[in-house]
């Protein structure tokens, strides 16, 4: 599974979130990401979701916020289940 994105350019390629091979729960770390929403100035939110949160990854930071779940699968208002997609709005 997918635990690192990677930023390709025409000669070059750059990690912009993420760090492990294996994924993982800290604050730079991802597992199974399925979903990634850019906004106008340039933060990444992202499906985390074997984590079970939605990271927000600032331009040139290296470590992401989680903004929603991150207390394991549920119903509950501080938790989230499977996300596939994501949608920031203003």
Do not use: H
């Not at 070059?12 to 730079?28: E, I, K, Q, R």
């Not at 992202?46 to 984590?51: G, H, Q, S, V, Y």
């Not at 990854?57 to 207390?71: D, I, M, S």
């Not at 938790?79 to 997609?85: D, E, L, S, T």
């Amino acid at each position: 599974s997918l635990v690192y994105l990677i930023c390709i350019g025409a000669t070059s390629a750059n990690t912009v979130a993420g760090f492990t091979l294996g994924g993982g729960n800290g604050l730079s770390q991802l597992n199974s990401p399925t979903a990634i929403f850019v906004d106008l100035v340039g933060s990444m939110y992202i499906a985390d979701n074997a984590n079970y949160r939605v990271q927000k990854w600032l331009a040139n930071e290296p470590l992401g916020t989680t903004v929603a779940g991150g207390r394991g699968n549920g119903a509950t208002l501080d938790k989230i289940g499977v996300v596939y997609a994501i949608f920031v709005d203003a």
